[in-house]
T-cell receptor, first 116, second 111 residues
Framework: GAVVSQHPSRVICKSGTSVKIECRSLDFQATTMFWYRQFPKKSLMLMATSNEGSKATYEQGVEKDKFLINHASLTLSTLTVTSAHPEDSSFYIC????????????FGEGSRLTVL | SQQGEEDPQALSIQEGENATMNCSYKTSINNLQWYRQNSGRGLVHLILIRSNEREKHSGRLRVTLDTSKKSSSLLITASRAADTASYFCATDAGGNNRLAFGKGNQVVVIP
């Protein structure tokens, strides 16, 4: 079964609105989670590292005020796309490291965002 | 820039054949991982090979790593239609589980 749950799987919104995507680790704690963005037929681009109890670390070129990340508990990280525009339409995927420091990541099923 | 650039990017094979895909990266690594993604879904970890390992097997998967050439290959033996997916290699980008993914190889296995 899935060990990382992501919700919603699909969301359609109007330009200018904000959308929140949740990422939950099931049955394990994740002090760190990662948010990726994926364009059609493209690879995953790391957007940011979500840190429980502290600020997220954003990759170069990613607008922190545009993509708000909150990691309020050891099992939940949220990504909020603020004032969404059509160019924000994409597939957003979260992941959490497997406990034990193996380096392996568990991924959520992804969230398809369409901004009209 | 993304590490882990795979070549080729698209592969179509008959069921039962072997599928081989390659990956190259640019910086030193602690480990290299391969993931699988079905269309529109999340990624599933397949196999991890550490920098001090040269070859690793897991079921029908065989991974090689050549750190001198900064390259890796993934071989899927006796392919099945269910192996149809995109395959990505990923390298740790500076530690702390921050993985950098390559472009991916789309594999289509024809029944």
């Amino acid at each position: 079964g899935a060990v990382v749950s992501q919700h919603p799987s699909r969301v359609i919104c109007k330009s200018g609105t904000s959308v929140k995507i949740e990422c939950r680790s099931l049955d394990f704690q994740a002090t760190t989670m990662f948010w990726y963005r994926q364009f059609p037929k493209k690879s995953l681009m790391l957007m940011a590292t979500s840190n429980e109890g502290s600020k997220a670390t954003y990759e170069q070129g990613v607008e922190k005020d545009k993509f708000l990340i909150n990691h309020a508990s050891l099992t939940l990280s949220t990504l909020t796309v603020t004032s969404a525009h059509p160019e924000d339409s994409s597939f957003y995927i979260c992941s959490a490291p497997k406990t034990g420091g193996t380096g392996e990541l568990f991924f959520g099923e992804g969230s398809r965002l369409t901004v009209l | 820039s993304q590490q882990g650039e795979e070549d080729p990017q698209a592969l179509s094979i008959q069921e039962g054949e072997n599928a081989t895909m390659n990956c190259s990266y640019k910086t030193s690594i602690n480990n290299l991982q391969w993931y699988r993604q079905n269309s529109g879904r999340g990624l599933v970890h397949l196999i991890l090979i550490r920098s001090n390992e040269r070859e690793k097997h897991s079921g029908r998967l065989r991974v090689t790593l050549d750190t001198s050439k900064k390259s890796s290959s993934l071989l899927i033996t006796a392919s099945r239609a269910a192996d149809t997916a995109s395959y990505f290699c990923a390298t740790d980008a500076g530690g702390n589980n921050r993985l950098a993914f390559g472009k991916g190889n789309q594999v289509v296995v024809i029944p």
